[in-house]
DNA sequence: CTGAAAGCGCTTACAG
DNA sequence: CTGAAAGCGCTTACAG
């Protein structure tokens, strides 16, 4: 309700005094700040978000561009916007959430009328048409998931090939043969989600590297189909006794199929999952798995965001790809296969 | 980047006319349209939002509060903010979505600075300290969720009272006797969380009514602790032949509870949850439940919002309380208690 | 260290 | 139907 020039007034002062003491931008005497202070706090002063908005060009609030996609499974983006959005907290920025199917168009509307000051994307397709909208915009931004091509845009994803192999690696190490991968739905990865073939590419060539058997499906993004794809995928290939999980619906699923099959972890079949520690526990899943680090992303995502925000410096500076080292953690659902000696 | 002013010298009009033609709010030539048009279309003319919010005191964005506790369920409160958000978004709002824990703060800031238009609180305490501050507010405000004084508030949220009775009801009728009813840790309740006691006072009563015997205990809201809980509930009463799940971790968990002692739905026990559709498909949760309808709360209060928001009679109608009606959406978990007769 | 003035980009009476 | 002017509430050179 009050305005500066109501505090200014109310504290014998000038506006713009008012605002430097404020703002801390321009040395004030300790009197005329005492009196300012005690005006805001009177007057229960608090600025105008447009009218400073208008004036600085600044906001304080950070873009996130989230859809929910029918095809991915809810609760585990909800653990990028988590990360995202408590690491904008602490920093001192509001989350803007933009949920639109068309988020090209959406971000152009408020990148172009300075509501952000800066984005960070979600949901990244290997052909993202937000790219170039993004590229062309005023406010710069950073991308949860590695697109195509990253030139111009700050990039923070988990290293899925590098989690492909380390998965593939580890079943072998304890001397599996044959593993079945399951992966998201195909129109995930029709509509470019790229992960799915980074980990799937790379479980693949480590496999043919070390002469295993890797069957790589696809599943379900969410219940009870991607039960039955899994049960199928198991019927089709008997002799597997290693399995690994690249799709959070099918991982939550597992625990029932396995049941139902009198199968145990990791006496009968060795798992490793893709997935945080939260999900683990959100869904009781007793199994190993590659941390997705859905909270660490997104905190690293952010404060690159807000240093390119704040610093003109940082605002022009090269590009980069982060990837985060995939590591894994030891839920004790993998060992030797049933049927080789385990000694 | 444009401006309104670069746009009507664009057009060859004053920049009053082109705001008009954009705004539609006053009568304007097809010809003075159609060039002021084609000035927004080739600069990509997007109005600068803090400047209209300035002007107009409005921003078209819906403050939604949303906190969330390590105690509650995270996936479910993502339903909320999801039926929110969409509601939001068809009805041309974007959404500041504020997480922080000091509630009453953040709203303060953000309708003292009339960033919103309006906001939506989740987590709605018994005696909570937003409310307060919602109430002397220059913006309207709905609530999801009854807190123990509605006065000048609109609030939304499901009849847990007739959900409780309902779910008592049900199983009486089947022939049950002694039940088991697990609601959320009682530093939810502590926190005010009166969804819980609406409902468990609710069901108690009912069942003394009825001459049945209830058994109201609390569950932890994550795994593996609520299993636990659940576990030990149920050693304790052994004679419990009906349970009733007004807890999303204990509905989580329980497949997994009742399939390590052998128990089977509803040969050996019946159950009825308290969540959502959308909520049994993600955790394939084969149990019979009252609908919780975040989506349709989510979409009634944003509803009622922008109604205030946008009609000058409706921001000074008389607020009110507004409950949805428990449905027992069957999915087959219960039936008749095994040691009586079932006919 | 302080203040008068201009400007950010809109909208909206008001006059014509 | 159109335009000149004022105003929304801030910040920021600039002059003193």
Same mark, same amino acid.
């Given at each position: %309700? ?27 005497? +300790? ?11 009177? +007057? ?45 907290? *602490? ?22 009328? +300075? %509501? ?42 988990? !290293? ?17 043969? *044959? ?50 794809? %899994?049960?199928?995928? +198991? ?24 049941? *139902? ?7 009968? %079949? ?7 520690? *939260? ?50 953690? !030891? ?13």
């Amino acid at each position: %309700m009050a305005t500066i020039g109501e505090v200014a007034q109310a504290a014998g002062v000038s506006r713009s005094t008012a605002s430097n003491v404020l703002s801390g931008k321009k040395a004030t005497s +300790l009197e005329i700040q005492r009196r300012v202070r005690r005006a805001v706090e009177e +007057l229960g002063y608090t600025p105008n978000a447009g009218a400073r908005a208008l004036a600085t060009s600044q906001t304080r609030v950070i873009g996130l561009l989230a859809h929910f996609f029918d095809d991915e499974f809810a609760p585990a983006m909800l653990q990028y916007i988590l990360g995202v959005s408590n690491t904008a907290r *602490e920093l001192g920025y509001d989350i803007l959430l933009v949920s639109e199917a068309d988020g090209a168009h959406a971000l152009k509307r408020i990148t172009d009328s +300075l %509501m952000v000051d800066g984005v960070v994307l979600l949901n990244v397709a290997d052909q993202d048409d937000r790219l170039d909208v993004l590229r062309a915009a005023k406010r710069p931004g950073v991308l949860v998931g590695l697109p195509g091509d990253p030139t111009g845009v700050d990039v923070f994803d988990l !290293d899925f090939a590098e989690a492909g192999r380390l998965m593939v690696e580890h079943l072998a190490r304890l001397g599996h043969r *044959e593993l079945l991968l399951v992966s998201q739905p195909d129109h995930v990865v029709e509509r470019g989600g790229a992960y799915v073939w980074r980990l799937r590419d790379a479980a693949l060539a480590e496999a043919r590297t070390r002469g295993l058997a890797l069957h790589a499906v696809s599943g379900a993004s969410s219940q009870p189909q991607v039960g039955e794809d %899994m049960r199928a995928a +198991l019927d089709a290939h008997p002799g597997v006794t290693g399995l690994l999980v690249n799709n959070e619906a099918a991982a939550a699923a597992l625990p029932f199929v396995l049941r *139902e099959r009198g199968l145990e972890a990791p006496r009968d %079949m060795s798992v490793i999952g893709r997935y945080s520690n *939260e999900f683990a526990r959100t869904f009781s899943l007793p199994f190993s798995s590659i941390e997705s680090a859905p909270d660490r992303l997104g905190q690293l995502a952010v404060r690159q965001l807000v240093r390119r925000i704040e610093s003109p410096d940082a605002r022009e500076a090269a590009h980069g790809v982060w990837f985060i080292s995939p590591e894994l953690v !030891d839920r004790g659902s993998t060992g030797a296969p049933r049927s080789v000696p385990s000694d």
